[in-house]
């Protein structure tokens, strides 16, 4: 699995970005999909995950404020993210989990590129 990010950017507080992850290759093998962040010096937190069904998970920090949809038709997971705070500013990486590649079928991870999101106060 293969993952391409694209957004992301500089926005002012109170504004609004979408991110968005496009995936290939073994895309039937994807179970969940998700976007997470990180900052320097910190370890890579959880913002955001949707299973195939449907079923989402947020971090308490952006509940209410940012929203994950998947197309499965089209392969893409977003990320809706508004009323952004200057502590949102990370580099934002999508993530694709499922029993695909050379561990099938056990589950492994797939990570995009990473895209920055940078908040002014």
């Known amino acids: 699995v293969q993952l391409q990010a694209s957004g992301g950017g500089l926005v002012q507080a109170g504004g609004s970005l979408r991110l968005s992850c496009a995936a290939s290759?073994?895309?039937?093998?994807?179970?969940?999909v998700g976007w997470y962040r990180q900052t320097p010096g910190k370890q890579r937190e959880m913002v955001a995950t949707i299973s195939r069904s449907g079923l989402t998970n947020y971090a308490a920090s952006v509940k209410g404020r940012f929203t994950i949809s998947r197309d499965n038709t089209k392969n893409t997971v977003s990320l809706q993210m508004n009323s952004l705070k200057s502590e949102d500013t990370a580099v934002y990486y999508c993530?694709?989990?499922?029993?695909?590649?050379?561990?099938?079928?056990?589950?492994?991870?797939?990570w995009g590129q990473g895209t920055q999101v940078t908040v002014s106060s």
């Open positions: 290759g073994s895309v039937d093998s994807i179970d969940t």
């Open positions: 993530n694709a989990r499922g029993p695909f590649g050379s561990k099938a079928p056990w589950y492994s991870d797939a």
